[in-house]
């Protein structure tokens, strides 16, 4: 579970999809993430503080401008996380989560930017994190790349919050969060 305490408060259960909307909405996730101290309020991930305890909690983060693997293939990539993971998921339940299964000798930069973004999300999965931070789940893509998205985040059992500028995305969320402020919610 995801708490977040302060001027503006929410939980965000396992298996739930929560959008926060607002200015503060991409530094709140680097928080939830433990890369930001927050100053007035507190947020915890499973009970622990993700910046203090950074080492006994695991939280994926997948920002809006995603990875750039460029020829390296989707094996070469996956191997590569799975090496820098204590507890990795198999290379076959990362391709079929991606929907890319049998597409694991394709470079990265030969992905069409749904592929990227579906990919981009495995790998952050690989580690299998307790809770997980999605800045823009689906910027840049058409329609249907971004249905295929939604239905990969929506399937996960884990918390989930999503940073959305758009109310239209933000809608596809379970609930949504509206944010006053940076400045009452962290630190700069």
């Known amino acids: 579970m995801i708490e977040v305490s302060g001027k503006t408060a929410f939980t965000v259960q396992a298996g739930e999809v929560v959008a926060v909307c607002g200015d503060a909405a ?28 950074r080492a006994r909690v695991s939280v994926g983060a997948l920002w809006a401008d995603g990875g750039l693997y460029g020829e390296l293939t989707l094996d070469e990539i996956i191997g590569a996380w799975r090496n820098w993971s204590s507890r990795p998921l198999d290379r076959d339940t990362v ?21 990227r973004r579906r990919f981009d999300l495995t790998l952050v999965l690989i580690s299998q994190p307790d809770a997980l931070v999605i800045d823009e789940p689906a910027t840049g893509l058409d329609p249907e790349e971004a249905r295929a998205v939604w239905r990969l ?36």
């Open 153 to 188: 985040v929506k399937s996960l059992r884990i918390p989930v919050l999503v940073a959305a500028r758009c109310p239209a995305e933000a809608l596809k969320a379970d609930r949504t969060v509206l944010l006053d402020s940076v400045v009452d919610l962290l630190a700069a």
């Open 95 to 115: 391709t079929a989560l991606a929907a890319l299964k049998g597409r694991e000798s394709v470079p990265y930069s030969r992905l069409t930017s749904g592929e």
């Open 26 to 53: 991409t530094s709140l996730l680097e928080a939830v993430s433990g890369d930001r101290l927050p100053a007035g309020g507190r947020i915890t991930v499973g009970g622990l503080d993700p910046y203090r305890q």
